[in-house]
């Protein structure tokens, strides 16, 4: 018996119109991928966006009172004619650049777990947030030490200190945007680095029958016969013995 002598089957589903089972079936709208009560809407993220921008960004005059605090000092001497280092193989004023910079990194990792830990669902929004004040807060500290520190106006302070007596120069930074993208970038890492290792993850789709889509039974030309069901006489086969005369 060929192969289309059999009984045909007709399709369980119309054309044109995906099954049950269908893995790329758009997901239903009560569905928990198409909304999440947890995720904020744009509005929300702004507004955490500009408070965590605002917060980032005060706390720069802490990074530079603590610059001013820990920085080591140039010595300066001067004569009649001019104003010189009392140390020329000194390393002071790599030590100063070198203070901003740690306290800067050290400052990027604390402000990006403070806001990993308040914002966790935070989106795009509040990480732009993150690295603006964090920007912000580099060029803020770097202004208040240069204000708060030793005035720059080196020839009136050597005349006040006199022929021959040392004094303070002037904090300042001669790389003055690597010091400064330290904390941009110090909070970027971790916070990518946290989101990576602790953020929320998606949930799993709740699809109608998308569980059982591989562990069903196999339908369609490849199944098998039904169990209890009779089975087809072998094509060419012999029919049934007869009494031999």
């Known amino acids: 018996m060929a192969w289309h002598d059999g009984t045909v089957t007709a399709p369980l589903t119309p ?18 991928l198409a909304s999440s009560p947890d995720d904020p809407d744009t509005a929300t993220e ?10 980032v960004a005060v706390s720069g005059i802490a990074l530079g009172l603590l610059w001013l605090w ?6 300066l001497v001067s004569d009649d004619t001019a104003v010189f280092l009392e140390n020329s193989e000194g390393e002071e004023a790599i030590g100063a650049e070198g203070a901003f910079v740690l306290l800067a990194l050290g400052f990027g990792m604390v402000s990006a777990a403070l806001v990993f830990w308040r914002l966790r669902r935070g989106g795009v929004f509040v990480v732009v947030g993150l690295a603006l004040g964090a920007l912000l807060a580099s060029l803020i500290a770097w202004r208040v030490g240069v204000w708060l520190g030793p005035s720059s106006d080196v020839v009136a302070r050597a005349r006040e ?7 303070d120069a002037p904090l300042e930074l001669h790389t003055v945007w690597v010091a ?27 699809w109608p029958g998308y569980a059982g889509y591989h562990d069903g039974p196999v339908q369609g030309p490849l199944a098998g016969p039904a169990s209890g069901a009779p089975s087809s006489p072998p094509a060419g086969g012999a029919g049934p013995a007869r009494d031999l005369p």
Do not use: N
């Not at 200190?161 to 004094?167: D, K, L, R, S």
């Open 15 to 32: 054309p044109h119109q995906p099954g049950p089972h269908d893995p790329w079936q758009a997901p239903p709208s009560g569905s928990r």
């Open 46 to 55: 702004l507004r955490q966006a500009a408070v965590v921008a605002v917060l």
């Open 161 to 167: 200190a006199g022929q021959g007596v040392t004094f």
């Open 180 to 206: 400064v993208l330290a904390w941009p970038f110090a909070a970027m890492g971790i916070h990518l680095l946290l989101t990576a290792a602790f953020g929320p993850r998606d949930p799993e789709p709740d």
């Open 70 to 75: 820990l920085a080591p000092r140039v010595p």
